[in-house]
């Protein structure tokens, strides 16, 4: 088991088509309603495990050698830089690293921002809708949250990873749809929703310069709201749902009133979104879901995408080089065979390459079982 430049290369293709995969499989409405949110959770799961895990395993993951523009990226990474004493990937490193930092430190010095915000609002004084909250937490088994009614709230949001804390926006509901509100809410607390979008933030942070993992962000915020929509509705009946519909459009409405800057970070996760096309798709599966019985789908979706992930670590992405007639006339190149060359153990395990005329190298557990698989000898 061994980490190299080309299972990490490896592991962003697989992950990137996996957050596609996951943006069209978001998308269709239908799918979703036959088979429910929790295989759209499991591929943003894998995405982000096969990203932070680029691993390459011993007699199992295979190597595929690509010619033309794979081969030539990598010749190029390998390429000095200038007169500085750097290989281009070296300086790419450092610009990953840098780029990693300064967004890790704008993101925490944002939440400190938050939280000391939060710390100056006043918490609301109001007998009725508290005594609502109150009793929406009774029935989730949950504590009673923290509420707040604030003009920067343009939607309700919760947030807070220890203390479940609600904003509330400055328009009216009725007893009956703040139920709906703090039951939806407070599904997201229960779910841990928050450390959820915490992992993925660090993810995102981790991976600033793939462009696709903004689009990851965007779509496990909207399949957590799925989930909640599901969870507050599993058993109501279609007289309920179409109530709570009502409360997301008239959410939606009023939010556009409002016209605030809002909350719109990993810090919080909000009733609705600002996108008309989220509150429909949500608002059509709501009603889906109460005409279907799912069972097998989504059992079946979720082993096939845990399948996939599986089979995307039997291969390993690597550039194919054949040295060129130049190269071996002129000793550039020294031909590697089991005639000319032998494994050696060390005492820690590792292995190392000699090559009669050339300096001996260090080589991966998985090399040289490959090296030893082809007649290599090996000696102490």
């Excluded at 990598?74 to 990953?96: I, Y």
């Excluded at 096309?277 to 059992?299: F, G, S, T, W």
């Excluded at 031909?335 to 190392?352: F, K, M, R």
Aim: charged share 20%; aromatic share 12%.
């Amino acid at each position: 088991m061994s980490i190299t430049p080309y299972s990490l290369f490896t592991a962003v293709l697989w992950s990137s088509a996996f957050i596609l995969l996951l943006y069209f499989f978001r998308k269709n409405t239908r799918l979703l309603a036959l088979t429910g949110v929790t295989p759209l959770l499991f591929l943003i799961l894998g995405t982000a495990l096969r990203c932070l895990f680029p691993i390459e395993f011993l007699h199992f993951t295979n190597v595929v050698r690509l010619e033309g523009l794979v081969a030539g990226l990598f010749r190029a990474l390998r390429a000095p830089l200038g007169q500085l004493p750097l290989q281009v990937w070296e300086a790419l490193l450092l610009v990953w690293a840098a780029g990693s930092l300064g967004l890790a430190a704008r993101t925490g010095f944002g939440a400190w921002k938050f939280h000391k915000k939060l710390r100056s609002y006043e918490p609301l004084e109001d007998s009725r809708i508290e005594r609502l909250a109150q009793q929406a937490a009774r029935e989730l088994d949950m504590p009673a949250p923290l509420l707040i009614q604030t003009l920067r709230a343009d939607t309700p949001v919760i947030a807070g990873l220890l203390r479940p804390v609600i904003l509330l926006p400055c328009y009216h509901y009725t007893d009956e749809e703040y139920r709906y509100v703090f039951l939806h809410e407070l599904c997201h607390w229960k779910n841990h929703d928050m450390w959820v979008k915490l992992f993925v933030e660090v993810f995102c942070i981790l991976f600033w310069w793939n462009p696709l993992v903004y689009l990851l962000k965007k779509d496990l915020a909207r399949a957590l709201e799925l989930k909640c929509d599901g969870a507050v509705l599993k058993h109501a009946g279609m007289q309920a749902a179409l109530d709570y519909q009502e409360v997301l459009v008239k959410t939606l409405v009023s939010s556009h009133k409002q016209k605030n800057k809002g909350f719109s970070s990993y810090r919080v996760t909000e009733l609705v979104s600002s996108q008309k096309e989220d509150i429909l798709q949500r608002v059509e599966l709501i009603l889906q879901a109460r005409q279907r019985h799912r069972k097998v789908a989504p059992l079946a979706l979720a082993g096939i995408m845990a399948l996939l992930l599986v089979c995307s670590y039997s291969v390993v992405v690597q550039p194919a080089y054949y040295p060129s007639m130049e190269e071996i006339t002129e000793g550039q190149y020294t031909p590697v065979t089991t005639w000319n060359s032998w494994l050696a153990q060390e005492s820690d395990g590792d292995y190392i390459l000699y090559c009669k005329g050339e300096e001996p190298i260090p080589v991966s557990d998985k090399t040289a079982g490959i090296m030893l698989d082809q007649g290599f000898p090996l000696r102490q």
